[in-house]
């Protein structure tokens, strides 16, 4: 008698991966189910060719088999053999993520003038996480909110009032998310001139004083004008001329004084104008008599010249 033994159809089954994607260093097990024969798994690149027996790992010949750490996508297939018959094929994908890298987020502008917007941008190697924000750079980070481009490497902000802090969320795949460095965008105030006022003024010539500005918000430049509308200049002489209060030099003419007030990013603003009249310098001039001498009881005129005159005249006996 001849025993006729008779293997059944290889059947490849199923094959399956645990995980997928996975981060690149990390490691996943690769499963066939529904197959008949004995198994040996394989891998390959690109899931055409370069069919090799798998290394590394464990479990190359069980229904189960567990990868070495990956750092690229990999192909996997059991080869599943009955006995006799021809060899089947199972294939399936280990989709590997490269590691998510942050990147470096920059601002477009900074400092921008409060109610103005910038963009914000992430150099990065891989990305799908939208930007976030918060107020101080350290904590209550949250995803933005208006503006535009929340999800790709430029976001525009909206308008801001404050300064707000930016990074960017970037996540691989499967792998864990990685921040960008932070972006600060800086929000200066608007600029507010105040109000200049002038300590004295009238003054006589070859006198100084001081002229002050409050009520201004940003740094501030002195500047002068013979005539309060024309020929504004940076003022020259006296002291103070980038502080609240300017101590002007001695002065022979009447000036006007304004201050310049930057705040920041912002457009200047101009303070109130203060005037220093200057006075001339007072002039006694030349008295006469037009008659002299005169009889008692008479009377007669005293005249004067002279170039400034402000006082009575005064008598002596």
């Given amino acids: 008698m001849v025993t006729v033994v008779v293997s059944p159809t290889s059947v490849g089954g199923t094959a399956t991966a645990t995980a997928s994607p996975i ?4 490691s996943t097990t690769v499963n066939v189910s529904g197959n008949t024969g004995t198994i040996q798994w394989q891998q390959s690149p690109d899931g055409t060719s370069g069919w090799a027996n798998v290394t590394g790992g464990s479990g190359s010949t069980s229904a189960q088999y567990s990868t070495p750490n990956l750092s690229l996508t990999t192909y996997y297939r059991a080869v599943v053999t009955s006995g006799a018959c021809t060899s089947a094929n199972s294939t399936t994908a280990v989709l590997v ?8 987020a920059t601002a477009t502008a900074s400092p921008i003038c409060s109610g103005s917007s910038t963009t914000v941008n992430v150099k990065w190697k ?11 750079g350290t904590s209550g ?10 999800t790709s490497a430029q976001y525009s902000t909206p308008n801001l009032s404050l300064t707000t802090y930016y990074r960017a969320v970037v996540t691989s ?3 864990t998310s990685a921040n960008s460095t932070t972006a600060a965008v800086l929000v200066s105030p608007i600029s507010v001139g105040g109000t200049a006022t002038a300590t004295a003024s009238p003054i006589c010539s070859g006198s100084s004083t001081t002229v002050n500005v409050s009520g201004n918000t940003g740094t501030i430049q002195w500047q002068q004008s013979p005539d309060g509308t024309s020929g504004w200049a940076n003022v020259t002489g006296g002291s103070g001329s980038t502080s609240a209060q300017y101590s002007t030099p001695n002065l022979s003419l009447t000036t006007y004084y304004r201050a310049v007030v930057t705040s920041g990013a912002c457009t200047s603003a101009n303070s109130t104008t203060a005037a220093v009249l200057v006075s001339p310098i007072s002039v006694g001039g030349t008295a006469t008599a037009t008659a002299s001498p005169i009889c ?8 004067v010249r002279w170039k400034y005159w ?8």
Avoid: F, K, R
């Fill in 97 to 104: 993520s490269p590691i998510s890298v942050g990147g470096t």
């Fill in 173 to 175: 795949g499967a792998c």
């Fill in 296 to 303: 008692s009881g008479s009377s007669t005129t005293v005249n």
């Fill in 310 to 317: 402000n006082n009575p005249m005064a008598a002596i006996p």
């Fill in 141 to 150: 980070w949250a995803n933005v909110t208006g503006g535009s481009g929340s």
């Fill in 126 to 136: 891989y990305w799908n996480n939208p930007m976030a924000a918060i107020p101080d």
């Fill in 23 to 26: 981060c690149s260093g990390s």
